[in-house]
């Protein structure tokens, strides 16, 4: 006999409670890999009403799952990965979350799942239905994949410190995500670290930081934004690489329109005599604000100042449709 063929149970052999989880499970992983979604529906219903027992099981399936994936013919030999973490996270069972997690890490940007029909990411959203520290962690440093920011969103206020500690990884990507998500939350308990990234080398996490600082709307960013300033605009350096920090000082001329008000029209107005067109532009769409200084500008600033003051104030007069 095949050593792989099922034997049959001895006379006076008790069964073995794990043997019929088992054999339940394997019978389910089989509908599970149907291409009809009522037997799928069907299948993911009654491993949920198994519970925990099944969890080691259905591990074991996602992990040949992820083996088969990229083999048209061998992924027909059982479920995707994609029904396996619907069906656990269905069962809300911490035990499977190291798996999860690990396979979330691995992927790249995108979720593509042989057989996975009911997610963008199901492996996020099954992570997000467990619910737990360690769910919690593995999606907030991997919100830059698909998915992975709605199942966090499951966490409410406790993000809030996941994504603190994203903020430290030494990986750009992650720590750009994590800082627009901390915009997009308002939180000012992020500001110190957001102030931090104010000098990382890349772009991408300084512009994110710029951000998240002028959506969380803390007033204590702003001399670190006026900081940003002090490199020379575009029209005044023949340093071609300057360019890459365009993008930079945009957001951070725009951050400190915002955050500034009145207090910053000095700064504003200086980078606008520098050259700064992002400056200048940001002057016009402080609209009716800013013209009490430039008036004052046409009263006592030389020809140069006053004909840019009077420009200034005839295109907020006209709605800046000029600028």
Do not use: C
Not at 241 to 249: A, H, K
Not at 300 to 308: N, S
């Amino acid at each position: 006999m095949d050593e792989n063929e099922s034997k049959p149970v001895q006379p006076g052999r008790k069964y073995d409670e794990s043997e019929r989880v088992g054999e339940q499970v394997a019978l389910l992983l089989g509908m599970l890999a149907s291409n009809y979604s009522e037997a799928k529906t069907s299948a993911i219903v009654q491993l949920s009403r198994i519970g925990e027992p099944a969890v080691p099981h259905l591990l074991q399936a996602l992990r040949d799952a992820r083996r088969r994936e990229g083999d048209r013919e061998a992924s027909r030999d059982g479920p995707g990965v994609g029904d396996i973490a619907h069906s656990l996270g269905m069962i809300g069972s911490p035990s499977a979350v190291g798996v999860l997690s690990e396979m979330l890490d691995d992927r790249g940007d995108s979720f593509f799942s042989l057989g996975g029909t009911r997610s963008e990411n199901p492996v996020a959203e099954a992570l997000g239905k467990i619910g737990s520290k360690e769910a919690l962690d593995a999606l907030a440093r991997n919100l830059h994949k698909g998915g992975a920011s709605a199942a966090l969103g499951r966490f409410g206020d406790d993000r809030v410190g996941a994504l603190l500690k994203v903020l430290e990884s030494s990986d750009a990507t992650r720590q750009a995500t994590a800082a627009q998500q901390l915009g997009t939350l308002g939180d000012s308990a992020a500001v110190p670290k957001l102030l931090t990234l104010l000098g990382a080398p890349e772009n991408s996490v300084k512009a994110a930081a710029i951000d998240a600082l002028s959506e969380i709307g803390d007033h204590a960013a702003i001399p670190h934004l006026r900081a940003l300033l002090k490199t020379a605009p575009p029209e005044q350096t023949g340093n071609l690489y300057w360019r890459q920090d365009d993008e930079v000082r945009s957001r951070a001329v725009n951050a400190l329109a915002k955050l500034g008000g009145v207090s910053v029209i000095p700064d504003l107005w200086r980078e606008t005599l520098a050259g700064d067109r992002d400056a200048k532009s940001a002057l016009i769409q402080m609209g009716d604000t800013a013209i009490p200084s430039l008036v004052d500008v046409l009263v006592k600033g030389d020809t140069g100042a006053q004909k840019v003051a009077a420009e200034l104030i005839s295109e907020i007069k006209a709605g800046g449709k000029r600028a």
